[in-house]
């Protein structure tokens, strides 16, 4: 499975930014999908996931309320919606496939991980 992330960008506090995550590769039926991010300074965290097969989906408190992890079966895509950005949101923008789609919140749970998109906050 090959992972494109893309979407990130600058943008004030209180905007919007959507990170699209494109597979190929591999359909993802069955597998689970991921973003995580790393501020400067800090360790990977984990921000949303989603199930491919039935939609579930899986955020972090940071995230929840403000962020929307979503799919398109067809484009095998990914996307992150993110709204009401704060500058600590701010970090390199990961997604990543599990296999098992189990456990999503951990990383552990992922074998693919993509390139990362960039995403700044400014206050």
């Known amino acids: 499975v090959q992972l494109q992330a893309s979407g990130g960008g600058l943008v004030q506090a209180g905007g919007s930014l959507r990170l699209s995550c494109a597979a190929s590769?591999?359909?993802?039926?069955?597998?689970?999908l991921g973003w995580f991010r790393r501020a400067p300074g800090k360790e990977r965290e984990f921000v949303a996931a989603?199930?491919?097969?039935?939609?579930?989906?899986y955020y972090s408190d940071s995230a929840k309320g403000r962020f929307t992890i979503s799919r398109d079966n067809a484009k095998n895509t990914a996307y992150l919606q993110m709204d009401s950005l704060k500058p600590e949101d701010t970090a390199v923008y990961y997604c990543?496939?599990?296999?098992?789609?189990?456990?999503?919140?951990?990383?552990?749970?992922?074998?693919?991980w993509g390139q990362g998109t960039e995403v700044t906050v400014s206050s």
């Open positions: 990543a496939v599990s296999t098992t789609g189990w456990d999503l919140p951990r990383a552990s749970a992922y074998e693919y």
């Open positions: 989603v199930k491919w097969s039935g939609g579930s989906t």
């Open positions: 590769g591999r359909a993802l039926n069955y597998y689970g």
